[in-house]
């Protein structure tokens, strides 16, 4: 399994441009989550989805549009980059039918974008 | 609004040492997540504590959770440089949303 891939690992984006983010799980995990991470700061989350075609938001949604039409993916949208969208981004993703030390999130490489 | 607080957030340790990561949360829960972090990459999964008074223990590594105090600490045994790294806790509110709220970071060095 490569568990979660996400891509590109790294983008430059000029003010108002947009992009989007891709992220996919193998695992067959049927949670998954989009954070970003400031320099020296914890993950804080965006988006979630608890199955193919329901989303909702988390603590920092503005900025940012997701949808997820299959288990295996959950891309991230960013419209109208702005300079505070510069972060690392990282997606998660976790299977809440089961029990114990697999309830942990599974967190994909990252991806490094700064907005100029 | 649930706050995570750990301490402290830099820990500058010599090799063979011994000390504890405490982390701190705000409002009930009984579920509490350490991951750690190496420079540049991604989260790397280390305990999961489901339950008050539960410990885990990896290598050097050992990790609690007391749910009335609302505090979790991770202990280090006898350091070592590999060792060196960010690490996280995160919590879970009550009820198993499985939306975690990490805590700052505490970044360890190990020093030889």
């Known amino acids: 399994n490569a568990g979660v891939t996400q891509t590109p690992k790294f983008r430059i984006l000029k003010i108002g441009q947009s992009m989007t983010l891709q992220c996919t799980q193998d695992?067959?995990?049927?949670?998954m989550y989009w954070y970003r991470q400031d320099p020296g700061m914890g993950l804080k989350l965006i988006y979630y989805?608890?199955?193919?075609?329901?989303?909702d938001k988390g603590e920092v949604p503005n900025g940012y549009n997701v949808s997820r039409s299959t288990t295996e993916d959950f891309p991230l949208r960013l419209e109208l980059a702005a300079p505070s969208q510069t972060s690392v981004y990282f997606c998660?993703?976790?299977?809440?039918?089961?029990?114990?030390?697999?309830?942990?999130?599974?967190f994909g490489p990252g991806t490094r974008l700064l907005v100029l | 609004e649930l706050k995570v607080e750990q301490n402290p957030l830099f820990l500058s340790m010599q090799e063979g040492k011994n000390y504890t990561i405490y982390c701190n949360y705000s409002?009930?829960?009984?579920?509490l997540y350490w991951y750690r972090q190496d420079p540049g990459k991604s989260l790397e999964s280390l305990f999961v504590?489901?339950?008050?008074?539960a410990v885990k223990q990896e290598g050097r590594l050992m990790a609690s959770l007391d749910t009335k105090a609302r505090l979790s600490t991770l202990h280090i045994t006898a350091a070592v440089h590999d060792l060196s790294a960010t690490y996280f806790c995160?919590?879970?509110?009550?009820?198993?949303?499985?939306?975690?709220?990490f805590g700052t970071g505490t970044l360890l060095a190990v020093q030889p």
């Open positions: 504590l489901l339950s008050n008074g």
């Open positions: 409002t009930t829960s009984d579920r």
């Open positions: 998660a993703s976790t299977d809440t039918r089961l029990a114990g030390v697999q309830e942990t999130q599974y």
């Open positions: 695992m067959n995990h049927n949670y």
């Open positions: 995160a919590v879970d509110r009550r009820g198993a949303t499985n939306k975690l709220i």
């Open positions: 989805s608890v199955g193919a075609g329901i989303t």
